[in-house]
């Protein structure tokens, strides 16, 4: 932290002086709340809460939420403070200085001490627990991470005949080996046994770490939540679990939205919907219940592609379809149908990308099936999706297509990124030029 704010005080005063060729008023208030508006955004971000095994990635996107966590406070700051006239000149040299200055160092300093440790220096001895026959997992691993600067100075294996001496057997292992921290399994642990052991690791300043074995649990992230006085642990089974996750995605779905229905739909809509009245008689417009997130269901809208009929909420569509109109079958050959549902999207129903939804009929035939196909519904359903991106789009007409459609829909689910989105998005605008 002080290395760190030595180098924002470096460029703020060097950046002031290039600018202004002296130091001049406000100079000492605006150095003043430069170093408090960093304080207070390494606190709201946790800037600083890394780990031993925290990754290059993790750090660089912390450190860049502090830094525009501070862009924002000193921002605000010229805002409100009206009576002087501040320079953007300034702003914008002192952010290039400051945040590459301090990008740099966080990458340096992350290498630096991980070189450190792997010289034998800043190492935390470490003692595992475990049942008896149990995989050592965690140690194999360990062993192959020097730079954490973990040493494992014993394992400790638990016979079933010996669960009753299990804290008698730890202490013997920890006391005058300089232990630092315990490793113990959460399957071995009931209340009396774990308030024994912290008592004695309190007494001989060594930290407890429960280890939880859910290798078969696909889950992205583990959070504590506090009932009361009951600690819950809470499973993040995908990407989009994470509140931050889904206010990025919210946030693109709005703005992405908003640009098609302004920049496209306004003049390209009532061309498509003047195709659609002359064509065939019938509304413009198609509306259909269909499955959202967590099965609930909505309005899903489309440009009208069929003759009006009785069928629509129970028969799919199929190739050479008598009930296609000649309008109908170029707006779904280039997907032109589906561009009502910016509006789902702006109403919180859809995303832009994610798995595509399917009337409700579908949903029940299918659930029953294809396995996990209901995990489909984990998140928002989305424009475009990466089975559509990859060509699995409009019938399916047999269960292989079904099933690596759903294979897809939940290899997007568990792996989502805002990268992803994009590639999915520039992948599904080259489909629709091929057609």
Request: charged letters at 25%; aromatic letters at 14%; a positive charge.
């Amino acid at each position: 932290m002080v290395v760190e704010l030595l180098l924002l005080n470096g460029a703020f005063i060097s950046m002031f002086y290039y600018k202004h060729g002296a130091f001049q008023h406000p100079f000492p208030s605006l150095l003043l709340y430069v170093n408090f508006a960093w304080v207070v955004s390494i606190a709201l971000t946790r800037a600083y809460d890394i780990k031993r095994s925290s990754t290059l990635f993790s750090i660089i996107r912390g450190t860049a939420s502090a830094l525009l966590m501070h862009m924002l406070l000193v921002f605000a700051f010229y805002v409100f403070q009206q009576e002087y006239r501040y320079s953007r000149e300034l702003l914008l040299w002192f952010y290039s200085t400051g945040f590459a200055s301090i990008m740099l160092y966080r990458i340096v300093f992350h290498f630096a001490i991980r070189q450190f440790r792997k010289k034998g220096f800043n190492y935390r001895n470490i003692v595992l627990v475990m049942h008896e026959g149990e995989e050592d997992q965690l140690s194999s691993f360990i062993g192959n991470r020097p730079e954490y600067g973990y040493h494992v100075k014993n394992v400790i294996r638990i016979r079933e005949s010996e669960r009753d001496r299990t804290n008698e057997i730890i202490r013997a292992q920890c006391e005058g080996n300089e232990i630092h921290e315990i490793f113990f399994p959460i399957s071995m642990v009931n209340y009396s046994l774990l308030a024994d052991l912290i008592h004695f690791a309190e007494e001989n300043l060594i930290r407890v770490r429960l280890v939880a074995d859910f290798r078969w649990v696909n889950f992205t992230d583990l959070e504590i939540e506090r009932i009361g006085d009951l600690p819950v642990i809470k499973l993040h089974t995908t990407p989009l679990d994470n509140w931050n996750n889904q206010l990025i995605k919210r946030i693109f779905d709005i703005l992405f939205s908003v640009l098609v229905i302004v920049c496209l739909l306004s003049w390209l809509m009532p061309l498509l919907a003047l195709a659609v009245i002359i064509d065939s008689r019938g509304p413009v417009f198609f509306r259909q219940k269909r499955t959202g997130r967590d099965n609930r269901s909505f309005w899903c809208y489309k440009l009208r592609t069929m003759r009006v009929n009785t069928e629509s909420d129970t028969k799919q569509a199929t190739r050479n379809d008598s009930r296609i109109t000649r309008v109908g079958g170029f707006l779904r050959k280039t997907s032109l149908d589906e561009l009502p549902q910016f509006f789902n999207v702006l109403l919180g129903d859809m995303s832009v990308v994610g798995p595509r939804p399917h009337m409700l009929k579908h949903t029940t035939e299918f659930s029953a099936e294809v396995d996990r196909f209901m995990e489909r519904h984990k998140i928002k359903p989305g424009i475009t999706g990466l089975a559509q991106s990859k060509g699995y789009r409009g019938e399916t007409d047999d269960f292989e297509k079904l099933k690596n459609r759903v294979k897809l829909d939940l290899f997007y689910v568990n792996n989502w990124s805002f990268l992803f989105d994009l590639k999915i998005i520039l992948d599904t605008v080259k489909m629709m030029f091929k057609g």
